[in-house]
Nanobody
């Protein structure tokens, strides 16, 4: 599975972004899709995930500010992020877990104070 993430950019603190992750195959059968991020000098960390049934889970750091969703018809997973903070600055990666795990190349989110 190839994943293409997009939607990153430069935004001021308090702003919003919607990240998109398009898969090269139908995501209907992909049990788990998620978003992770890696800030400069830090390890990659979990952000949010969504199951094929629509169940979601979020990291405490983004909970209540973010919404993960999936559009099976468009083979796309979204991450809506609101009230962005400078500490949200990172490269955001999407992944798909279907027995194997695939990662996209990432999209950079920069939040200025």
């Amino acid at each position: 599975v190839q994943l293409q993430a997009s939607g990153g950019g430069l935004v001021q603190a308090g702003g919003s972004l919607r990240l998109s992750c398009v898969a090269s195959i139908s995501i209907r059968s992909i049990g788990l899709m998620g978003w992770y991020r890696q800030a400069p000098g830090k390890q990659r960390e979990f952000v949010a995930r969504i199951t094929s049934g629509g169940n979601t889970m979020y990291a405490d750091s983004v909970k209540d500010r973010s919404t993960i969703s999936r559009d099976n018809g468009k083979n796309t997973v979204y991450l809506q992020m609101n009230s962005l903070k400078p500490e949200d600055t990172a490269v955001y990666y999407c992944n798909a877990n279907y027995g194997s795990v695939s990662w996209g190349e990432g999209t950079l989110v920069t939040v200025s104070s």
